[in-house]
């Protein structure tokens, strides 16, 4: 099984090709797609393998290892598209772009989008949603989970309820701005995330923040 196994990873890397150059930071790493294209050429060489008879072994492991990849790489490179054009959209508006494998996570900080103690949006946050509208109205094969997070002051009732007044009230102005509603859900976290100290007024500014994470439909 190791030859066809080899080959189906060398298969994976030459459809996505080896390295990119991170337009961000100048950095060569190996691509989305190319990471995409390994996993699914591994993981489909494997189905490969268990659903085919001892004779026809091989064959299976090539077939299922080139259709993995292709459904890898295919995913990773629509990712890869998306993330570069939110990063275009969103450049200069507060909202930080990360990516994690086939997730792209887009951050909110509560100063630019609530004032404190309101689920009323701001106007800056209002024009930042529009760009991430007309991204993933054009990316339409991903989903949104979008949460709310709030520090650690003031009663976790509060909290919990502000965090997903604010997730709706993003939601609700995507929706707004023509996302399908049935491609979004919305969750609060309250306090019970911290990405920084709430025992600071700027770990707790930090702290106060509306996260959207895009991930693949399929």
Known sequence: MRTPMISAVVAALMLSGCATTDPYTGEQKTSNATSGAVIGAVSGALIGAASSSKSDRSKGILIGAASGA??????????????????EKLAGTGVSVKRDGDHIQLVMPNSLT???GS????LPAINALSGVAMVVSEFDQTNLVITGHTDSTGGRDLNMRLSRERADSVASELVRQQVSVTRMSTYGAGPDQPIASNQTDAGRAENRRVEIVLTPRT
């Open 70 to 87: 292709a459904l890898g790489g295919g995913i990773g490179h629509y990712m890869d598209r998306q993330e570069a054009a939110l990063r």
């Open 114 to 116: 609530f004032d404190v």
């Open 119 to 122: 689920n009323k949006l701001k």
